[in-house]
Each structure stands twice: as C-alpha cells, then as structure tokens.
C-alpha cells in the first residue's frame, strides 16, 4: 500500500502561517480643519449673537475677522473657544474638548448702511493657521420684524365636523420670505387651558405650496377635544434673528358635543350560583364627537331588586385590555377585551348570597368639559 507523506506537508503549511503578518491599522493624525459654521445670517446692529464652528483636528482656538464683503480691511476680530466657559466666561461654550469653537459677540459694526459681511473663520494651533479659512456672508442691517398681513379661520368649530378646516396666516418680511423662522398660534379662554401649536408652510400639514408666505394648520374634529366656548386665538410670526410681528387676533367659538353611548352587550338572565362566583362581562361602546381624548370616564350604577343602589356605585368601566383579576380589581382589570378600541368593560359579579329578582343597571358618560352624554339602562333578572 502507498504511504502518503502528510506531517511535512503540514510542516510546510505552519511555516507558511509563521511568516504571514498581519496588517497593521494606519495611525494616521487627523487632518485639523474647519467644518461648518452655525450663527445667524441676519445680524442687526446693537443685538448680541452667539457663533460657533465645528471643527476637526488639533485646533486650540479659532479666529474670527469680520470685513465688509468685497473689501480686504477687516473691521473687527473675534476669538472662539472650546473651553466650556472655564477661562473665557462669557464665550457661551456649553462643552469644553468637543471640537465646537464659540464666541457670543455684540454685533455694532462700523456702517450703519445695510451690507453684507464677510466673517472668516481661521483654525490655529500654537498661532499658526491650520488648514483653509472658512468664509461666511451674514447681511447686517436694521432689523424689521416680519408683519402678518392676513389671518383666515373660521368664526366657529361645529362639533364632530367632517374632513379638515385650516387655520391660515399669511406672513412677509422685508429680508425675504426665507427670514421667517416660524408661525406660531396661541388659543386662550378664561378659566380654560390655553394651547399652542404652529402653522407651517413647507408643503405639509394642508399647505398647498411651500415657501409662497402662506402658513397653515389642517385640523379634524379632534382639534376640538378638551376646548369648548369662546378661545382667542393669536397668531405671530418670528424672523431668525428673534424678532415677532404684532400679535393679530381672532376670536373661535369651539362647540363640544356630547359622548354618546352605544352597543350595550349584557345579559339579561342569570343563573345565581350555588357557590362561588359567576362572572358576566358587560360592554358599552362610546363615540364622542372630539375623539376619543375628549371622553374622560365612563361608569355605571348598580340597583338591587328593591331599588337601593350598591353601596359602592358608581363602578368605573375601562377600555384598556386588562384582563379580570379580581386581586387587582381596583387596578382597572375589570375584563376589557382590546385597549383603545372605543369599547368600556366591567365584568359583573353575582355570588350565592345575592338577592334575587331584577336588577337594574344605568350607564353614564362624561367629556372633559363636563358634557354629560344621554343615559343608556338595561336590566338582569338573577334566578334560582
């Protein structure tokens, strides 16, 4: 029989292996540069800005020269810094060692004539420039707050109205419509909880085209849980240096309808057990017109044979998927199929002892404004 020769054929394989290296990771420094710049564009004279860098790299402070743009004397120079305000106090650097360079400045320049600037951003370690300066164009001027040149709302929010309604504003600026930061409303009411949101004007939230200076809100019915009555309702525009137009006000009468109670499902014939327990679910469905954040409790009332009510009425119904545990019954785990579904449960309980004959139950619903929904009853006969 042939020998094969396998142990210096193995020999030569490990040896092979021994002589391979592996490839050693490159320790290459990291190239020191600036990355971008974060101030504001718009600077108005006497008004104090914060600017910050981004940087990369071995950098120890960056400078700042401010030139009219087009025009080589710089007019001004400012230092930033990365030291989370530890030496320079009032750099408005939040953290020290995180490559953002920053500086609050107090913008005065030399002309009070509205111009472009030129801010130059240079990265330096030990006073030498590092990498390519970063040049910004930031136009300096009097300022002038963005004005709201026409609001459409409606007067009045029926209750449950069908599809969307917008609330508009339409906004200018003398430094260009790209100047608006945002659109903001406020609703207000005596004795009410005010609410806020915003009007948008990107194409998105029922804004037919975006950037046109037209802002707006699509709402649904559901704009109108927890609010009802009288709201005033003020709308402001504010520009990107701060600045807010003058509040233009609307008056909006909001009405909320009452929750509306439905689908009873109980039985109507029980048979008392001999011992124990019988447990029966009883269900109820809700619809409110604001939606289903405007439903603030539902509950019901028990009665004996003789018309005296439980001595523990009223009983919550829920609608969280808890099941029944009759351990954690004052949990909420009253035997509620699916959370959320619109639909309230409690699971009735009868024993041997209870008294037989006709009982009677009375279901309620409440909203957040106190609107008290239409009284729905059903009645159980427990028999021998």
């Not at 020769?5 to 990771?25: F, H, K, N, S, W």
């Not at 806020?196 to 707006?216: C, P």
Request: net charge negative; with cysteine; aromatic share 8%.
């Amino acid at each position: 029989m042939r020998r094969i020769a396998v142990v210096p054929l193995l020999l030569m394989m490990l040896a092979g292996c021994e002589q391979r290296q592996l490839p050693t990771p490159s320790l290459l420094p990291v190239e020191a540069r600036l990355v971008s710049a974060r101030m504001a564009m718009i600077m108005g004279p006497g008004k104090t800005y914060r600017v910050e860098v981004e940087t990369e790299g071995a950098i120890d402070s960056v400078r700042l020269e401010v030139r009219p743009a087009g025009q080589g004397a710089v007019e001004k120079i400012y230092h930033l810094h990365d030291d989370g305000g530890a030496l320079h106090v009032n750099n408005r650097d939040y953290v020290a060692g995180d490559g953002f360079f920053s500086q609050s400045i107090l913008w005065n320049p030399v002309s009070a004539l509205s111009q472009d600037y030129t801010f130059l951003f240079i990265a330096l370690r030990d006073g030498q420039q590092q990498g390519e300066a970063l040049p910004v164009t930031v136009f300096s001027g009097v300022l002038i707050a963005p004005v709201i040149e026409a609001v459409i709302l409606p007067d009045t929010l029926q209750s449950g109205f069908e599809g969307t309604v917008l609330f508009q504003a339409l906004v200018s600026d003398s430094s260009g419509l790209d100047d608006i930061a945002r659109v903001e409303m406020h609703g207000s009411a005596p004795g009410k909880a005010a609410f806020d949101t915003l009007l948008f004007d990107d194409g998105t939230h029922g804004d037919a085209v975006a950037g046109d200076g037209h802002y707006t809100l699509a709402i649904s019915r559901e704009f109108g849980a927890r609010k009802s009555g009288l709201y005033e309702i003020g709308f402001t525009a504010v520009d990107r240096s701060g600045l807010k137009s003058a509040v233009v006000n609307r008056n909006l009468f909001i009405v909320n309808g009452k929750p509306v109670l439905s689908d009873l499902l109980a039985p109507e014939d029980v048979k008392r057990p001999v011992s124990g327990l019988s447990t029966h679910l009883v269900t109820i469905k809700v619809r409110d017109p604001q939606g289903a954040a405007d439903i603030k409790r539902i509950w019901l009332r028990a009665f004996y044979p003789n018309g005296q009510g439980f001595s523990n009425n009223p009983f919550t119904m829920y609608d969280n998927g808890l099941p029944l545990d009759i351990d954690r019954w004052n949990l909420g785990y009253r035997g509620d199929e699916v959370a959320g579904d619109g639909i309230y449960s409690m699971t009735v309980l009868f024993d041997a002892t209870q008294a037989l004959g006709l009982y009677r139950f009375s279901f309620e619903a409440e909203d957040w404004m106190g609107n008290l929904g239409q009284i729905l009853e059903h009645t159980l006969t427990l028999y021998q």
